[in-house]
C-alpha cells in the first residue's frame, strides 16, 4: 500500500482544490465540480497507469483515489470519459468520506450530465458534502435550493 501511495504521489496530484471555472455544462443550472490543481494526468500517456493505480487505491478505501479515478472518468478526453464508472468512483469516494467525491457525484445528478438526473438526490450529496466542509457544495445547494423552491 505505501508502495501505491508512493506511486500515486509520483503522478503529481493535488488533491481537492476548487475552481469556478469548471461549471458544468447545463443550459440553467451551473453546478461546479471540484478538481484538482493539477490534470497533467488527463493529456498524457500515462491515463491508463492513472486509472490503475487509482482503481487498486480506491478498491482499498482510499477516498481521495475514488475522487481522482471518478475525475478521470468525469472530465478526461473521449477515451476514457465513462459517466458511469465516473459515477461509481464518486459513490465509493463519498462513502469513505471524500466531501469533493459527494460534491462532483451532486454536479453528475444535477445536471443529468451523462446519466438521468435526479435532483433531489444531487441536494443529498451536496448536502453531505457541505457538512464536510466542501464549500463549492454549499454553493452548489443553495443554487438546486433555490431551483427546487422556483418550480
Same mark, same amino acid.
Given at each position: 500500500m505505501k508502495r501505491l501511495l508512493m506511486i500515486l504521489m509520483l503522478l503529481s496530484f493535488a488533491t481537492g482544490t476548487a475552481t469556478a471555472d469548471n461549471a458544468a455544462p447545463t443550459s440553467d443550472l451551473h453546478l461546479i465540480r471540484t478538481t484538482p490543481a493539477e490534470k497533467e494526468v488527463w493529456y498524457s500517456n500515462l491515463v491508463t497507469k492513472a486509472i490503475l493505480f487509482y482503481g487498486s487505491a480506491c478498491d482499498s478505501g482510499?477516498?481521495?483515489? *475514488?475522487?481522482?479515478?471518478?475525475?478521470?472518468?468525469?472530465?478526461?478526453?473521449?477515451?476514457?470519459?465513462?459517466?458511469?464508472?465516473?459515477?461509481?468512483?464518486?459513490?465509493?469516494?463519498?462513502?469513505?468520506?471524500?466531501?469533493?467525491? *459527494?460534491?462532483?457525484?451532486?454536479?453528475?445528478?444535477?445536471?443529468?450530465?451523462?446519466?438521468?438526473?435526479?435532483?433531489?438526490?444531487?441536494?443529498?450529496?451536496?448536502?453531505?458534502? *457541505?457538512?464536510?466542509?466542501?464549500?463549492?457544495? *454549499?454553493?452548489n445547494q443553495k443554487m438546486l435550493s433555490d431551483r427546487l423552491i422556483a418550480r
Open positions: 482510499e477516498s481521495q483515489a *475514488c475522487f481522482n479515478l471518478g475525475m478521470i472518468y468525469d472530465t478526461g478526453d473521449m477515451t476514457v470519459q465513462d459517466k458511469t464508472k465516473a459515477a461509481q468512483a464518486y459513490r465509493l469516494g463519498c462513502s469513505k468520506g471524500s466531501a469533493a467525491a *459527494c460534491n462532483n457525484l451532486g454536479v453528475l445528478y444535477g445536471t443529468g450530465d451523462g446519466m438521468k438526473a435526479d435532483l433531489p438526490l444531487a441536494s443529498g450529496y451536496f448536502d453531505q458534502a *457541505c457538512q464536510l466542509k466542501e464549500e463549492i457544495a *454549499c454553493t
